[in-house]
């Protein structure tokens, strides 16, 4: 898929995440919980899927026929990143050809010893045919990654990181400044009402991704229980 099709196909409508780690409610060892939450997703007019891990993605598009972007969540300490963190989890996902590829692209240190524009071009001289989305928290890490030759960045760690600013919903003035850059964005992060939505949407970011306040029921669900807890 050319970055043009990807980003006709998502702009206007909705990227739903449907992860589920280790330890969450929603986790199944066996699988079979994932794919149903992107069914639900499609039926109720999403556009694209983010997933986590190949057995994920596998099942997710084995059910519904939208454009994917995968990750591989996997931790390397004492480095923090850990969304696709290093080429064996980006050759493990082009093997189920996902439509777009997302990693860590903050300038934090990596585990493969690499600064992020060298892993960057190392990926995209493997695989100069994937599209690519740099999932960042600064406009800097936004700018830098674009330039080493990104397809997309996400504002997936906004509000994350040590480098970045802690906001209690979407950090607006990210990505207004980010869509002004001209750089192609992916909205997402602490995107939690729709509401909050509406106020990306009036960006014009190429396309959004909500998660969690979709589906992850214990977030939800702690969302109405905090309440009585407030009393």
Do not use: W
């Amino acid at each position: 898929m050319k970055q043009e099709d990807f980003a006709r196909q998502v702009h206007g409508g909705l990227i739903v995440s449907c992860q589920a780690l280790t330890g969450e409610p929603l986790y199944s060892e066996t699988g079979g919980v994932m794919p149903l939450m992107a069914k639900a997703a499609a039926e109720a007019g999403a556009v694209g899927i983010r997933a986590n891990t190949v057995r994920d993605i596998q099942e997710i598009k084995a059910v519904v026929d939208l454009p994917l972007i995968g990750i591989i969540k996997r931790d390397y300490p004492p480095e923090q990143p850990y969304i696709t963190p290093t080429m064996k989890e980006v050759d493990e996902l082009i093997k189920t050809g996902v439509e777009v590829i997302a990693f860590d692209c903050t300038l934090r240190p990596r585990h493969d010893g690499k600064t992020t524009t060298e892993f960057i071009k190392e990926v995209k001289q493997k695989y100069p045919d994937q599209l690519f989305m740099a999932d960042i928290a600064n406009f800097n890490e936004a700018q830098q990654a674009y330039e080493a030759g990104m397809d997309f960045v996400g504002t997936t760690l906004a509000g994350y990181t040590a480098e970045s600013a802690h906001k209690p919903g979407p950090n607006y003035a990210l990505i207004k400044k980010i869509v002004a850059a001209g750089i192609p964005l992916i909205a997402e992060g602490k995107i939690h009402t729709p509401a909050e939505l509406k106020r990306v949407i009036d960006l014009n970011p190429v396309g959004v991704v909500v998660g969690g306040a979709i589906t992850r029921p214990l977030q939800i669900a702690r969302t109405f229980t905090r309440v009585f807890a407030s009393k």
